[in-house]
T-cell receptor, first 113, second 111 residues
Framework: DTEVTQTPKHLVMGMTNKKSLKCEQH?????MYWYKQKAKKPPELMFV???????INESVPSRFSPECPNSSLLNLHLHALQPEDSALYLC????????????FGSGTQLSVL | GEDVEQSLFLSVREGDSSVINCTYT??????LYWYKQEPGAGLQLLTY?????DMKQDQRLTVLLNKKDKHLSLRIADTQTGDSAIYFC???????????FGQGTELSVKP
């Protein structure tokens, strides 16, 4: 199983809503990542978890709150987002050490109205 | 600073070979990667090359690495319409640090 599963695939939310993105992998990977991607641009790193601990936060606004409940699951909690936060949010995982051969999920396409 | 550069567009005819080029800056990268992204999908790890290798072949894909010039290329033999996608090269900057992506090359395959 080389799959990273993300739900939901599409999400539309208002600026006052609270929602969560979910990511799951069963490859035994110990590093998990959130990336943000605008159309036809490269992905931008947001957060890295290594062994369930937050190891990198790329100065992401606090309206994005990551959570790693266990080694297989990664969540991204969203609150009071802005329209410019509309993007494809990608989850990825890799074996330790981080950044060796990332496997990506298919993403959640987020629209903020 | 770290930087990875690619040309933005490439158009080929079905059956021809495609060559996508990439230049990078961090000579300490352990691995260099090629990812493929189809419309509306996530990134698929296509292939990668270890930094002490010059070439890697995997079916229709050939990766060439010139460490002296910090140049990476991906050759796709017998290109098919299903190969139409955006291709990103990436390097692991400063081992254990960021994964730096190029801007992506949009490959268009015409029948």
């Amino acid at each position: 199983d080389t799959e990273v599963t993300q739900t939901p695939k599409h999400l539309v939310m208002g600026m006052t809503n609270k929602k969560s993105l979910k990511c799951e992998q069963h490859m035994g990977h110990r590093a998990m990542y959130w990336y943000k991607q605008k159309a036809k641009k490269p992905p931008e790193l947001m957060f890295v978890y290594s062994y369930e601990k937050l190891s990198i936060n790329e100065s992401v606004p606090s309206r994005f709150s990551p959570e790693c409940p266990n080694s297989s699951l990664l969540n991204l909690h969203l609150h009071a987002l802005q329209p410019e936060d509309s993007a494809l949010y990608l989850c990825a995982s890799s074996q330790d050490p981080p950044f060796e051969k990332l496997f990506f999920g298919s993403g959640t396409q987020l629209s903020v109205l | 600073g770290e930087d990875v550069e690619q040309s933005l567009f490439l158009s080929v005819r079905e059956g021809d070979s495609s060559v996508i080029n990439c230049t990078y800056t961090d000579s300490s990268s352990t691995y260099l990667y090629w990812y493929k992204q189809e419309p509306g999908a996530g990134l698929q790890l296509l292939t990668y090359i270890f930094s002490n290798m010059d070439m890697k072949q995997d079916q229709r894909l050939t990766v060439l690495l010139n460490k002296k010039d910090k140049h990476l290329s991906l050759r796709i033999a017998d290109t098919q319409t299903g190969d139409s996608a955006i291709y990103f090269c990436a390097e692991a900057y400063n081992q254990g640090g960021k994964l730096i992506f190029g801007q992506g090359t949009e490959l268009s395959v015409k029948p």
